[in-house]
């Protein structure tokens, strides 16, 4: 079966720290995406990386970086924790057509941030 | 990327018949329309695609009428196990790098006993 895996299925981080929200795809995808999701707002794009060490902003980058130095692994780094930034993260991967193939998604990461 | 226009809410029983329409009425000639489900606190899930017509799978269906600018998701006896929000989206079949999909609000189904 394949499988987007992040690495916590819950965080509790303090302000100010660093963060870093770990993914990895086995499906040999070269799409990978970091979306947020909070009540009432939906999915909200992040950052999306196309390629090995390709990274293009989503909607809402302010706060995040991305790393992506292999191809089944892509990164969601918050430089300084603040509390907006509790939130619940998704990571998604996709073929390059990911209108025909759709993407897969993990289980997502709480992070709470005090 | 066409935007859609869906429900923020519908309720429903048990083995009922659920449809959930969705709009787009600036669907482009190389767009497919993508259903998804998301249960709570889980990612979300592909679940049907079409391009024109009728297609069914073993969860929904999916109606699209000719002019394309809607569809509808058709869940046959619903159970409250299909009680979660379904994303209608709509995106490019073209293979470029970094195609990607948008996200709406989605619709959220309460399935009641």
């Known amino acids: 079966d394949v499988k987007v895996t992040q690495s916590s299925r819950y965080l509790v981080k303090r302000t100010g720290e660093k963060v870093f929200l770990e993914c990895v795809q086995d499906?040999?995808?070269?799409?990978m995406f970091w979306y947020r999701q909070d009540p009432g707002l939906g999915l909200r794009l992040i950052y999306f990386?196309?390629?090995?060490?390709?990274?293009e902003k989503g909607d809402i980058p302010e706060g995040y970086s991305v790393s992506r130095e292999k191809k089944e692994r892509f990164s969601l780094i918050l430089e300084s924790a603040s509390t907006n930034q509790t939130s619940m993260y998704l990571c998604?991967?996709?073929?390059?057509?990911?209108?025909?193939?759709?993407?897969?998604f993990g289980s997502g990461t709480r992070l709470t941030v005090v | 990327l066409a935007k859609t226009t869906q429900p923020i809410s519908m309720d429903s029983y048990e083995g009922q018949e659920v449809n959930i329409t969705c709009s787009h009425n600036?669907?482009?000639?190389?767009?497919?329309i993508t259903w998804y489900q998301q249960f709570p606190s889980q990612g979300p899930r592909f679940i049907i695609q079409?391009?024109?017509t009728k297609v069914t799978n073993e969860v929904a269906s999916l109606f699209i009428p000719a002019d394309r600018k809607s569809s509808t998701l058709s869940l046959p006896r619903v159970s409250l196990s299909d009680t979660a929000v379904y994303y209608c989206?709509?995106?490019?079949?073209?293979?470029?790098?970094?195609?990607?999909?948008?996200f709406g609000g989605g619709t959220r189904l309460m399935v009641k006993p």
């Open positions: 600036n669907i482009a000639t190389n767009d497919y």
């Open positions: 079409g391009y024109k």
């Open positions: 990386s196309y390629d090995v060490k390709m990274k």
């Open positions: 998604a991967s996709s073929y390059p057509n990911s209108a025909i193939y759709g993407y897969t």
């Open positions: 989206l709509v995106g490019d079949a073209a293979n470029n790098a970094g195609n990607m999909l948008t």
């Open positions: 499906m040999d995808h070269e799409n």
